[in-house]
Protein backbone atom coordinates (compact mmCIF):
# COMPACT_ATOMS: atom_id res chain seq x y z
CA UNK A 1 0.00 0.00 0.00
CA UNK A 2 0.91 3.57 -1.00
CA UNK A 3 2.54 5.47 1.98
CA UNK A 4 3.54 9.15 -0.06
CA UNK A 5 0.98 11.74 -0.04
CA UNK A 6 1.19 14.84 -2.07
CA UNK A 7 -0.73 17.14 0.30
CA UNK A 8 -2.37 20.39 -1.69
CA UNK A 9 -2.22 23.77 -0.40
CA UNK A 10 -4.17 26.57 -2.88
CA UNK A 11 -2.77 29.77 -0.96
CA UNK A 12 -3.79 33.74 -1.53
CA UNK A 13 -1.68 36.39 0.43
CA UNK A 14 -1.04 33.88 3.33
CA UNK A 15 2.56 34.85 3.85
CA UNK A 16 2.17 34.90 7.49
CA UNK A 17 0.94 31.46 7.81
CA UNK A 18 3.70 29.65 5.57
CA UNK A 19 6.75 28.93 7.85
CA UNK A 20 4.64 27.48 10.31
CA UNK A 21 2.44 25.31 8.50
CA UNK A 22 5.20 24.13 6.24
CA UNK A 23 6.90 22.70 9.63
CA UNK A 24 4.04 21.52 10.96
CA UNK A 25 3.38 19.28 7.51
CA UNK A 26 6.87 17.79 7.21
CA UNK A 27 7.02 16.63 11.06
CA UNK A 28 3.70 14.98 9.85
CA UNK A 29 4.87 13.68 6.72
CA UNK A 30 7.86 12.51 7.69
CA UNK A 31 6.85 10.34 10.32
CA UNK A 32 4.15 8.86 7.69
CA UNK A 33 6.91 7.97 5.39
CA UNK A 34 7.48 10.98 3.27
CA UNK A 35 5.95 12.54 0.35
CA UNK A 36 5.18 15.82 -0.99
CA UNK A 37 3.77 19.65 -0.11
CA UNK A 38 2.75 21.41 -3.38
CA UNK A 39 1.43 24.63 -2.58
CA UNK A 40 -0.35 26.58 -5.43
CA UNK A 41 -0.31 30.66 -5.04
CA UNK A 42 -3.12 32.08 -7.16
CA UNK A 43 -1.60 35.22 -7.80
CA UNK A 44 -1.02 36.98 -4.23
CA UNK A 45 0.13 40.26 -3.65
CA UNK A 46 2.30 40.05 -0.52
CA UNK A 47 5.23 37.95 -0.21
CA UNK A 48 3.60 34.19 0.17
CA UNK A 49 5.60 33.14 -2.99
CA UNK A 50 8.84 34.53 -1.39
CA UNK A 51 7.84 32.43 1.95
CA UNK A 52 7.52 29.34 -0.04
CA UNK A 53 10.37 29.27 -1.67
CA UNK A 54 12.41 30.49 1.25
CA UNK A 55 11.39 26.91 2.98
CA UNK A 56 13.63 24.16 2.17
CA UNK A 57 11.71 20.47 2.49
CA UNK A 58 13.86 17.33 4.24
CA UNK A 59 14.68 14.41 2.68
CA UNK A 60 11.37 12.50 2.64
CA UNK A 61 9.16 15.47 1.73
CA UNK A 62 9.69 17.72 -1.00
CA UNK A 63 7.79 21.31 -1.62
CA UNK A 64 7.04 22.18 -4.94
CA UNK A 65 5.50 25.40 -6.30
CA UNK A 66 3.39 26.34 -8.69
CA UNK A 67 1.90 29.62 -9.62
CA UNK A 68 -1.52 30.45 -11.06
CA UNK A 69 -0.62 33.68 -13.69
CA UNK A 70 -4.46 35.16 -12.45
CA UNK A 71 -6.50 34.66 -9.54
CA UNK A 72 -8.27 31.99 -10.54
CA UNK A 73 -9.79 30.73 -6.65
CA UNK A 74 -9.62 27.96 -4.32
CA UNK A 75 -11.23 25.28 -6.47
CA UNK A 76 -8.80 25.99 -9.84
CA UNK A 77 -5.75 26.02 -6.93
CA UNK A 78 -7.24 22.81 -5.95
CA UNK A 79 -7.23 21.05 -9.42
CA UNK A 80 -3.92 22.54 -10.25
CA UNK A 81 -2.00 20.88 -7.55
CA UNK A 82 -4.17 17.56 -8.11
CA UNK A 83 -2.96 17.68 -11.49
CA UNK A 84 0.34 17.82 -10.96
CA UNK A 85 0.70 15.96 -7.80
CA UNK A 86 3.18 12.76 -7.96
CA UNK A 87 1.43 10.70 -5.63
CA UNK A 88 -2.23 8.94 -5.59
CA UNK A 89 -2.74 9.79 -2.27
CA UNK A 90 -3.94 13.55 -2.07
CA UNK A 91 -4.94 15.34 1.48
CA UNK A 92 -6.05 18.90 1.37
CA UNK A 93 -5.97 21.59 4.04
CA UNK A 94 -6.38 25.49 3.74
CA UNK A 95 -3.60 27.95 3.66
CA UNK A 96 -4.50 30.11 6.79
CA UNK A 97 -3.05 27.55 9.40
CA UNK A 98 -6.57 27.03 11.15
CA UNK A 99 -6.44 22.94 10.02
CA UNK A 100 -4.01 21.27 12.49
CA UNK A 101 -1.16 19.45 9.93
CA UNK A 102 -1.13 16.83 12.91
CA UNK A 103 -4.33 15.56 11.63
CA UNK A 104 -3.30 14.42 8.82
CA UNK A 105 -1.70 11.70 10.72
CA UNK A 106 -5.57 10.97 11.75
CA UNK A 107 -7.32 10.84 8.75
CA UNK A 108 -4.49 8.71 6.95
CA UNK A 109 -5.21 5.97 9.41
CA UNK A 110 -8.85 5.62 8.35
CA UNK A 111 -7.57 6.06 4.97
CA UNK A 112 -5.64 3.01 5.63
CA UNK A 113 -8.03 0.82 7.23
CA UNK A 114 -10.56 1.47 4.58
CA UNK A 115 -8.27 1.19 1.41
CA UNK A 116 -10.92 2.53 -0.54
CA UNK A 117 -10.08 4.93 -4.07
CA UNK A 118 -13.72 5.74 -3.77
CA UNK A 119 -13.57 7.38 -0.32
CA UNK A 120 -13.59 10.71 0.92
CA UNK A 121 -13.11 11.38 4.34
CA UNK A 122 -13.32 15.10 5.41
CA UNK A 123 -12.85 16.87 8.48
CA UNK A 124 -15.18 17.50 11.36
CA UNK A 125 -14.07 20.84 13.15
CA UNK A 126 -15.43 20.52 16.71
CA UNK A 127 -14.80 24.16 18.64
CA UNK A 128 -14.92 25.71 15.67
CA UNK A 129 -12.30 29.07 16.23
CA UNK A 130 -14.53 31.33 13.95
CA UNK A 131 -16.70 34.23 14.09
CA UNK A 132 -20.15 33.59 15.47
CA UNK A 133 -21.54 34.89 12.12
CA UNK A 134 -19.25 32.58 10.17
CA UNK A 135 -20.62 29.08 12.18
CA UNK A 136 -24.21 30.43 11.54
CA UNK A 137 -23.51 30.99 8.11
CA UNK A 138 -22.32 27.49 8.16
CA UNK A 139 -25.16 26.08 9.97
CA UNK A 140 -27.61 27.89 7.59
CA UNK A 141 -25.40 26.48 4.74
CA UNK A 142 -25.39 22.57 6.41
CA UNK A 143 -29.63 22.58 6.55
CA UNK A 144 -29.78 24.06 2.70
CA UNK A 145 -27.23 21.26 1.59
CA UNK A 146 -29.33 18.21 3.53
CA UNK A 147 -32.84 19.73 2.57
CA UNK A 148 -31.82 20.14 -1.60
CA UNK A 149 -28.97 17.66 -1.74
CA UNK A 150 -29.60 15.30 1.16
CA UNK A 151 -26.39 15.72 1.95
CA UNK A 152 -25.46 15.01 5.93
CA UNK A 153 -22.20 15.73 5.77
CA UNK A 154 -21.95 17.73 8.93
CA UNK A 155 -18.83 19.71 7.92
CA UNK A 156 -18.38 20.09 4.01
CA UNK A 157 -16.76 23.24 4.40
CA UNK A 158 -13.56 21.98 6.21
CA UNK A 159 -10.43 22.31 4.43
CA UNK A 160 -9.05 19.07 5.35
CA UNK A 161 -9.61 16.05 3.13
CA UNK A 162 -8.30 13.05 1.82
CA UNK A 163 -9.24 11.01 -1.23
CA UNK A 164 -7.62 9.06 -4.20
CA UNK A 165 -6.29 11.60 -7.24
CA UNK A 166 -8.46 9.41 -9.38
CA UNK A 167 -11.52 10.47 -7.52
CA UNK A 168 -11.66 14.02 -7.77
CA UNK A 169 -10.18 13.94 -11.33
CA UNK A 170 -13.44 11.57 -12.09
CA UNK A 171 -15.71 14.61 -10.73
CA UNK A 172 -17.45 17.25 -12.78
CA UNK A 173 -15.34 20.26 -12.14
CA UNK A 174 -16.56 23.94 -11.47
CA UNK A 175 -15.63 26.79 -9.91
CA UNK A 176 -16.22 26.41 -5.67
CA UNK A 177 -16.51 22.56 -6.45
CA UNK A 178 -14.61 22.15 -3.04
CA UNK A 179 -17.80 22.89 -1.17
CA UNK A 180 -19.45 20.36 -2.95
CA UNK A 181 -17.19 17.40 -2.48
CA UNK A 182 -19.30 14.95 -0.42
CA UNK A 183 -22.73 15.16 -2.69
CA UNK A 184 -20.31 14.80 -5.65
CA UNK A 185 -18.79 11.49 -4.78
CA UNK A 186 -21.65 9.87 -3.15
CA UNK A 187 -23.28 11.01 -7.13
CA UNK A 188 -20.35 8.95 -8.33
CA UNK A 189 -21.00 5.76 -6.16
CA UNK A 190 -18.60 6.70 -3.60
CA UNK A 191 -18.58 6.61 0.00
CA UNK A 192 -18.47 9.94 2.32
CA UNK A 193 -16.58 9.35 6.24
CA UNK A 194 -16.66 12.29 8.71
CA UNK A 195 -13.79 12.52 11.37
CA UNK A 196 -13.52 15.08 14.30
CA UNK A 197 -10.20 17.62 13.67
CA UNK A 198 -9.19 20.53 15.32
CA UNK A 199 -9.92 24.09 14.52
CA UNK A 200 -7.39 26.63 15.25
CA UNK A 201 -7.46 30.38 15.26
CA UNK A 202 -5.90 32.31 12.52
CA UNK A 203 -2.87 33.70 13.72
CA UNK A 204 -1.95 36.10 10.54
CA UNK A 205 -4.11 37.39 7.88
CA UNK A 206 -7.80 37.82 7.30
CA UNK A 207 -10.74 35.38 5.31
CA UNK A 208 -11.11 36.10 1.63
CA UNK A 209 -14.64 35.40 1.31
CA UNK A 210 -17.49 37.61 3.56
CA UNK A 211 -20.61 35.68 4.32
CA UNK A 212 -22.48 37.56 2.03
CA UNK A 213 -19.98 36.25 -0.98
CA UNK A 214 -20.50 32.77 -0.08
CA UNK A 215 -23.93 32.79 0.43
CA UNK A 216 -24.49 34.34 -2.87
CA UNK A 217 -21.67 32.03 -4.84
CA UNK A 218 -22.92 28.93 -2.95
CA UNK A 219 -26.57 29.45 -3.77
CA UNK A 220 -26.22 29.48 -7.67
CA UNK A 221 -23.96 26.63 -7.13
CA UNK A 222 -26.35 24.50 -4.78
CA UNK A 223 -28.93 24.90 -7.52
CA UNK A 224 -26.60 23.44 -10.10
CA UNK A 225 -24.86 20.33 -8.19
CA UNK A 226 -28.66 19.39 -7.01
CA UNK A 227 -29.12 19.45 -11.40
CA UNK A 228 -26.33 17.63 -11.85
CA UNK A 229 -27.41 14.78 -8.91
CA UNK A 230 -30.68 14.58 -10.44
CA UNK A 231 -29.44 13.92 -14.44
CA UNK A 232 -26.94 11.21 -12.99
CA UNK A 233 -26.97 7.72 -13.97
CA UNK A 234 -24.39 6.81 -11.41
CA UNK A 235 -23.01 4.54 -10.56
CA UNK A 236 -23.37 2.51 -13.80
CA UNK A 237 -23.25 -1.21 -12.38
CA UNK A 238 -22.33 -4.27 -15.08
CA UNK A 239 -24.54 -7.68 -14.53
CA UNK A 240 -20.91 -9.13 -12.74
CA UNK A 241 -21.61 -6.27 -9.76
CA UNK A 242 -19.01 -4.31 -10.18
CA UNK A 243 -18.82 -0.01 -11.02
CA UNK A 244 -17.55 1.36 -14.00
CA UNK A 245 -15.83 3.29 -11.20
CA UNK A 246 -13.99 -0.04 -10.37
CA UNK A 247 -12.31 0.39 -13.78
CA UNK A 248 -9.16 2.36 -14.23
Known amino acids: MQNKISVVIPVYNESGNINQLVKEIIEVLDKLGGGEII ?24 INLLQHKNKYGQSSGLLTGIKFSKYDVIVTLDGDGQNDPRDIQKIFKVWQENNNDMLLIIGNRVNRKDTWSRRFASRLAYKMRKIILNDITPDSGCGLK ?41 SSGRSKYSNWQRFRVGLVDLFGVSWLIKRSSFPIKLKDGKNISDKD
Open 39 to 62: FVDDASTDTTVDKILGNNGSDHTK
Open 162 to 202: IFSKKLFLSLPYFDHIHRFLPALVRRQGGKVTSVEVFHRER
